[in-house]
């Protein structure tokens, strides 16, 4: 699950993940839960890539629990990016 009561977890992963240079994918493909915490967590993370020159975006295949929460959040780029990978 990614939720705010297993956030520890995904947020170490994705503390390491951003601190590689250039764009960060983020598979997850596993979630069978998610919550709007961990939206908010990679909401964070993305301004944190973008403002080094990045991109983060997440990786095909983006379970529907988790495409349900960005959804009903209002985040807005995260299904086109999944959709679509960039070059």
Known sequence: PLTIATAAGPRATLLAG????G???????AATACDVAFVQLL?????LVEA???ALRLAPG???A?????AEG???GWLEEAS???A
């Open 18 to 21: 951003l601190l590689a240079e």
């Open 23 to 29: 764009d960060v994918a983020i598979d997850c493909r």
């Open 43 to 47: 909401e964070a993370a993305r301004r």
């Open 52 to 54: 080094r020159g990045g």
């Open 62 to 64: 983006v379970p529907e």
């Open 66 to 70: 988790l495409r349900g929460v960005i």
């Open 74 to 76: 209002g985040f807005t």
């Open 84 to 86: 679509e990978p960039r």
